[in-house]
């Protein structure tokens, strides 16, 4: 009689629950994995976007001609708030400042800031130009 329980087959209650409490783990990382990735994927979309902002403005301010890029600021986007197309009613703010750096040469810098889940970021690009692009 003691060989036939010995023979028993199938998992015990005990074995059920260490292996439900593995595969428990396992997804909980998985699920974490997702919504650290999704929430990278936003942050990385955001600063995509404020850059490509701010290197619209810059390249703006660049084909004008010099002496039409008047020293000081910082200068707001009269839109501000504004989106990523740069239009009014988003949640980036676009300044720039303009800096002389001799006769007929200018640095452009141009700062994309906005404010997600309580944190403020920005994106900051700066150029020298002597203006129509150059």
């Known amino acids: 009689m003691v060989g036939r329980?010995?023979?028993?087959?199938?998992?015990?209650f005990i074995e059920l629950l260490?292996?439900?409490g593995i595969l428990s783990l396992g997804m909980l990382?998985?699920?974490?994995?997702?919504?650290?990735?999704?929430?990278?994927?936003?942050?990385?979309?955001?600063?995509t976007q404020a850059?490509?902002?701010?290197?619209?403005?810059?390249?703006?301010?660049?084909?004008?001609?010099?002496?039409?890029?008047?020293a000081g600021g910082p200068y707001a986007d009269p839109n501000n708030p504004v989106d990523a197309?740069?239009?009014?009613g988003g949640i980036f703010t676009r300044t720039w400042?303009?800096?002389t750096l001799g006769d007929g040469a200018r640095r452009?810098?141009?700062?994309?800031?906005?404010?997600?889940?309580?944190?403020q970021a920005s994106v900051v690009?700066?150029?020298?130009?002597q203006g129509n692009g150059v």
């Open 5 to 12: 329980f010995h023979d028993a087959r199938g998992f015990s």
């Open 97 to 99: 400042t303009i800096e």
């Open 29 to 47: 990382a998985a699920v974490s994995m997702h919504f650290g990735s999704a929430r990278n994927n936003t942050k990385g979309n955001l600063y």
């Open 51 to 70: 850059n490509m902002l701010a290197k619209a403005q810059l390249e703006d301010l660049k084909n004008r001609e010099v002496a039409a890029l008047a």
């Open 18 to 20: 260490i292996a439900m």
């Open 125 to 129: 690009v700066s150029s020298n130009t």
């Open 85 to 88: 197309e740069g239009r009014s």
């Open 108 to 119: 452009i810098t141009v700062r994309v800031e906005w404010t997600r889940l309580g944190r």
